[in-house]
Nanobody, 117 residues
Framework: QVQLVESGGGLVQAGGSLRLSCAAS????????MGWYRQAPGKARELVAT???????NYADSVKGRFTISRDNAKNTVYLQMNSLKPEDTAVYYC???????????WGQGTQVTVSL
């Protein structure tokens, strides 16, 4: 019912920046939460940042102060601005949407972020 299309991943040097985008379509619901998660090889998927329709945001301690999550409601899009990137940020980044009405989680396909020294 929901499609999430991610873009913006790539290869950058340490200290550089990337901006990830996730455009949602379908039954996204008026009350929802969207967020970014990441998974590095051999590691579990972990929360990076989330934002709810009421404006609440949440960040992992490892990215706080470097990453910023934001929403463009007109475009049904969530962004993740990533600054001061570190090699340990290297992972596949996944967009997620939770629809409170349908009580369903939806995931994007993931986009690779690689940070080199």
């Amino acid at each position: 019912q929901v499609q999430l299309v991610e873009s913006g991943g790539g290869l950058v040097q340490a200290g550089g920046s990337l901006r990830l985008s996730c455009a949602a379509s379908g039954s996204i619901g008026s009350i929802n939460a969207m967020g970014w998660y990441r998974q590095a090889p051999g590691k579990a998927r972990e929360l990076v940042a989330t934002t709810s329709s009421d404006g609440t945001t949440n960040y992992a301690d490892s990215v706080k102060g470097r990453f910023t999550i934001s929403r463009d409601n007109a475009k049904n899009t969530v962004y993740l601005q990533m600054n001061s990137l570190k090699p340990e940020d290297t992972a596949v980044y996944y967009c997620k949407l939770y629809n409170f009405l349908s009580r369903q989680n939806y995931w994007g396909q993931g986009t690779q972020v690689t940070v080199s020294l």
